[in-house]
């Protein structure tokens, strides 16, 4: 636990400096965010954090259960500023069968690998990771993670897309969900570190 709070100051200071270099750019109108607009929630839940207000929606049940299993809820739960890209039960659902059971009960250090790689120091609401895609061009943005570890962020018809460390894609479907330490941005796959 003390390593991850360790890594995760670490990259606090260095995401925080490198996206406030790659994202210097206007942010993007609301029209570049989501083609529908229906796909955008803003929530503001002042006084929650990232894990009450996964806790409080039954369609984060999966990844609360697996945040517990890993023992980060207290570490999600300080002050942050996080970013988490938060898959839903059915994101974790297209695992292979058995693969969330054995990760909650047996292998808790892979576990904490995966969910790591879902949290990016700092906040970066959805305008702002928009124009960050637009400015980094073709290859899409690379973000760095957590847990050390990078994915890249583009626009695919209309639509952010994350590609992880193996090449498998993720599409956000709601964005700038706010907690007091951060911001939840929903997610339809769960990310591979590699």
Do not use: Q, R, W
Not at 19 to 29: K, M, N, Q, V
Not at 168 to 188: C, F, K, Q, R, Y
């Amino acid at each position: 636990m003390i390593t991850l709070k360790k890594t995760l100051t670490t990259s606090f200071v260095t995401v925080g400096a490198l996206a406030l270099a790659a994202c210097g750019a206007e942010p993007a109108s609301d029209e570049t965010v989501a083609a529908d607009e229906s796909t955008a929630v803003e929530e503001t839940t002042t006084g929650s954090t990232i894990v009450d207000v996964a806790a409080g929606d039954e369609s984060f049940s999966t990844l609360v259960a697996a945040v517990t299993a890993a023992d980060l809820g207290e570490t999600l739960s300080a002050e942050g500023p996080f970013t988490v890209f938060a898959p839903v039960n059915d994101a974790f659902a297209k695992l292979p069968e058995g693969t969330v059971e054995t990760l909650t009960t047996e292998d808790t250090e892979t576990l904490t690998s995966i969910l790591t790689y879902h949290v990016v120091p700092g906040t970066i609401d959805a305008a702002t990771l928009i124009a960050a895609i637009e400015a980094a061009g073709e290859e899409g943005y690379t973000i760095t993670t957590a847990g050390g570890g990078t994915f890249t962020a583009a626009v695919v018809d209309d639509s952010v897309v994350l590609t992880d460390a193996t090449g498998a894609t993720s599409t956000v479907t709601a964005t700038n969900v706010e907690a007091s330490n951060g911001l939840i941005h929903v997610i339809d796959t769960v990310l591979m570190p590699g």
